[in-house]
C-alpha cells in the first residue's frame, strides 16, 4: 500500500463521546428523543444530513431559518466541548502507528465528514503527520459518497487501490469499498463486517500487521 488514509472522530481521538452531547441536547432541545445507538447512525455523516436524520426520527419539520440555527447552536457546544482537548485524548496506538507509517516514507492523509479536522488534530499535536487533510470543507458529499477518500488519495498523488482507509462507521467502510480501496475497520466486527479486515483499536493489531500493510 502507498497511501494511508484515516478518519478522524472515533478513529484516532474519540470525538463522538462530544458529538453524541452535543446532538443529544439539541434533539431534547426539540422534544425528540435520542439514543446512542441513533447516534452510531450519525458517524461519519455530515452535520446537514445527521440533523435531518434526527428531525425524521422525531417526525419534525422546521423551517430552513431553524434549521440553520440548530446546527449553528450544534456545532458551538461542540466546539466548546473540543477545545478542551490534548494529546492525551489520542486512542490508544495510533501515535505510534503514524511513526512507523513516516518512518517507512509513505504518505498519510486524513478523510473526514468533519468541518473542525484541522482544530482537532492541532489541539491533539498530530497535525505534522499528515501530507493532506480532505475534511468536511472540501467535499461537497457526506459519506457513503467516496468523494472525501478518493480526493485524499488524489492529493497524496496515490491511486485509490494502493490506498488503505482506517475507519470506524459503517458509512466510511462503505465509502472505502466503493472507492476500491483496502478498508480496516476500528471497532466492532458485527457492525464493520463489510470492511477487509476489523479490529477493536490500533493496540489490538498484530505488530507485523503494518509492515505487512507496507508491503501490500
Known sequence: MNGFIFDLDGVIVDTAKYHYLAWKNLANSIDIEFTELQNEELKGVSRVKSLEKI??????????????????????????????????????????????????????ALGSASKNARYILDRVELRPYFDAIVDGNDVSTAKPNPE???????????????????????SGIQAANTAQMYAVGIGEQHILFEAQIVFNDFKSMPSNFITELIKK
Open 148 to 170: 472525501v477518500f478518493i480526493k485524499a488519495a488524489q492529493t497524496i498523488n496515490c491511486q485509490a487501490k494502493e490506498c488503505v482507509v482506517f475507519e470506524d462507521s459503517v
Open 55 to 108: 428531525l425524521a426520527w422525531g417526525n419534525k419539520t422546521i423551517s430552513e431559518t431553524e434549521f440553520e440555527a440548530l446546527m449553528k447552536k450544534k456545532n458551538e457546544e461542540y466546539l466548546n466541548y473540543i477545545s478542551t482537548m490534548t494529546s492525551s485524548e489520542i486512542l490508544p496506538g495510533v501515535q505510534a502507528f503514524l511513526e512507523t507509517i513516516k518512518e517507512a516514507n509513505k504518505p498519510i
